[in-house]
């Protein structure tokens, strides 16, 4: 089985619906981050949170918010889903901060 | 300017080249660095990390300059299966988070 998953993979919505998109990982690491990647610009941070009571915001967090329901859980919501929005997003862990990240199989959101 | 900045390619190169990848930094207090493969609409995964010595790993030999704050991936004798895209990723900031590229894509022909 998988060490990090993600739910739902693909999922296509409509401007101004509320989605949220669902990590779990079971590496016991306490630091999970959410990244969302667009052709031709690399990854970039949304959200992460290095504990379940320590939660930041990213370099592009306008839009998104988070919730850590566990260590082993980790959720990245849309409240009202924009077109601009469409990407694929990535869910990582990490157990230390100099320590590589272990990427989750990503979903891909269209926003139509 | 961006904090972790790559030759976004493509890279097409036969089998059995050698190709080299080159990536710089912005941060000079960045701490960790690491070369990550991402194939086609996957997640990435690390490829190796880069120690400040230089590291090799099979065919793939991964060199740093913290002086010149750039990191270099080198893979010898290229396979067909090579062929993804490279990311550089950098370890820095106050939160020490790490930073992308935004990728070097290979290809390898046969």
């Known amino acids: 089985d998988a060490d990090v998953t993600q739910t739902p993979r693909n999922r296509i919505t409509k401007t101004g619906k509320r989605i949220m998109l669902e990590c779990s990982q079971t590496k016991g690491h306490d630091r999970m981050y959410w990244y969302r990647q667009d052709p031709g610009l690399g990854l970039q941070l949304i959200y992460y949170s290095f504990d379940v009571k320590d939660i930041n915001k990213g370099e592009i967090s306008d839009g998104y918010s988070v919730s850590r329901q566990a260590q082993a859980k980790f959720s990245l919501s849309l409240e009202s889903a924009i077109p601009n929005q469409t990407a694929l997003y990535f869910c990582?862990?990490?157990?230390?901060?100099?320590?590589?990240?272990?990427f989750g199989p990503g979903t891909r959101l269209l926003v139509l | 300017r961006k904090e972790v900045e790559q030759d976004p390619g493509p890279f097409n190169v036969p089998e059995g080249a050698t190709v080299a990848f080159n990536c710089t930094y912005s941060?000079?207090?960045?701490?960790?660095f690491f070369w990550y493969r991402q194939d086609c609409r996957k997640e990435p995964k690390l490829l190796m990390s880069?120690?400040?010595s230089g590291n090799e790993d099979g065919r793939f030999t991964a060199q740093l300059n913290r002086a010149s704050q750039y990191i270099s991936l080198l893979i010898r004798d290229s396979k067909l299966s090579d062929s993804a895209t490279y990311l550089c990723?950098?370890?820095?900031?106050?939160?020490?988070?790490?930073?992308f590229g935004s990728g070097t894509q290979l290809t390898v022909l046969p």
């Open positions: 990723v950098v370890n820095a900031g106050s939160a020490r988070q790490l930073t």
């Open positions: 880069v120690y400040s």
């Open positions: 990582a862990t990490q157990n230390d901060p100099k320590g590589t990240q272990y």
């Open positions: 941060n000079s207090a960045s701490q960790s």
